[in-house]
Structures are given as structure tokens and as C-alpha cells.
């Protein structure tokens, strides 16, 4: 049965979720999610306090494809997208000069691991999404007043363990944002890209 991870946004810059030629990927950030999120499941990205004050939705996604031991980095087809930030060079990733994220040393660890197995790695892809950015809103709090409370009470990291309440009606709100919003980008991202900006909460661990 596929699975539901949802977690809050401090950050929304397009690094994470990167938004490109009709795919959104996860490749920097939120290592556990993408670690253990498999095709078919879905994810919701909701906005922190501190970045929309209504906890609304940035985006949901579900994933269509899961790369792993650093595949998305050494892909042609991936090196023009701005989360694309590291590059194998003799055996070791490095980042990227030209990169808009994540320039601090201990970045690269937190997003792809120890050498050399690179265990964090991982990247997910989804073409079909829902992305809003700067255009997100709160409407879905009154039709699904189950998931409002969640996002509500969740603090820093991811919810993944639901019980089937709570799973049924993220399963009903992804139909309804499908079957109520038929563009996959409808916004723009919240916030300018810096390199210095932390694109990930202090826990990147479930709830």
C-alpha cells in the first residue's frame, strides 16, 4: 500500500522541491523521505510558520521515480536543474561552483552521506504533481479539517506512520487538489535562491 509522508516547508526556493520541465524532484533535503519514499507514494509539502503563517500547501506529489547511490548527479538529463548541485569527480561528489545551494561544508554530508557508499544519495522524481509556491493557499483546512489539525500539531521532520483516518482523507485531498487545479505549476517559489540559506529544519527524522 502506498504511503503518505507529509512534513512543513521553512524554505521554499527551489531547491526543495525543484520544479523543472514538467518534473519535480527531491534531491537535497529531507534524507529520510528520500531514503525510504517509493514510486506510488504520495507526499505533502506544507508551509512552517515562518513561512506562510496559515501552514498552507506548497505541494503534493506523488512519486513516479526513485533514483539511488547518486545515479540523478552523474545524469545528463538532470545537469541543467538547480538542485542538480554535486558532481562525481574521481570516485567523490563534490559541489557544484556554478551551484545556489547548500554551499556550507557539512552540506553535502547531510544531503548525500559519508564516503564512499553515499548513503543519502537518493533522489525522487514525480510528473504528477501539484506545485504552488507562491500561490499557495489554505482552502484545503475546511474540507479536510483531519489533515488541517495535523500539519497543525506536527513539528520539525515528517509524518509518515498515519493512522486510516488520517490517510483516507490525504488520499481524498490529493484527488481533490488533482481534480480542482488541472496545471501542475501554478506559482512561482516563495523565496529567492542563496547559497547561505538552509534548505532543511535541524530533524530531518520521522515523528
Not at 527551489?14 to 537535497?28: F, M, Q, R, T
Not at 562525481?88 to 561552483?97: H, P, S
Not at 506512520?161 to 488520517?166: D, F, Q, V
Not at 485531498?173 to 535562491?193: F, H, L
Request: hydrophobic share 35%; glycine share 6%.
Amino acid at each position: 500500500m502506498p504511503r503518505v509522508y507529509f512534513y512543513k516547508l521553512t524554505v521554499d526556493s527551489g531547491a526543495a522541491p525543484c520544479v523543472k520541465n514538467g518534473i519535480l524532484s527531491l534531491a537535497i533535503c529531507k534524507p529520510t523521505i528520500r531514503a525510504t519514499a517509493q514510486v506510488g507514494d504520495l507526499i505533502f509539502g506544507f508551509a512552517a510558520s515562518s513561512l506562510y503563517s496559515d501552514n498552507c500547501l506548497i505541494y503534493a506529489a506523488r512519486v513516479t521515480q526513485a533514483l539511488h547511490e547518486g545515479r540523478y548527479f552523474v545524469d545528463e538529463r538532470y545537469a541543467s536543474r538547480d538542485d542538480c548541485i554535486y558532481y562525481l569527480k574521481q570516485g567523490r561528489f563534490q559541489r557544484r561552483k556554478d551551484a545556489k545551494f547548500h554551499d556550507k561544508p557539512t552540506d553535502l554530508r547531510h544531503d548525500l552521506g559519508d564516503f564512499p557508499e553515499y548513503l543519502r544519495a537518493n533522489v525522487l522524481l514525480s510528473n504528477d504533481f501539484r506545485y504552488f509556491g507562491n500561490a499557495a493557499t489554505d482552502m484545503y483546512k475546511a474540507r479536510f479539517p483531519t489533515v488541517a489539525c495535523a500539519v497543525t500539531e506536527l513539528g520539525r521532520g515528517q509524518r509518515v506512520r498515519l493512522e486510516p483516518a488520517l490517510r483516507l482523507e490525504f488520499e481524498k485531498m490529493k484527488n481533490w487538489i488533482w481534480m480542482t487545479t488541472p496545471e501542475k505549476v501554478v506559482g512561482r517559489p516563495s523565496n529567492a535562491s542563496r547559497p547561505g540559506v538552509c534548505h532543511r529544519t535541524k530533524s530531518c527524522h520521522m515523528v
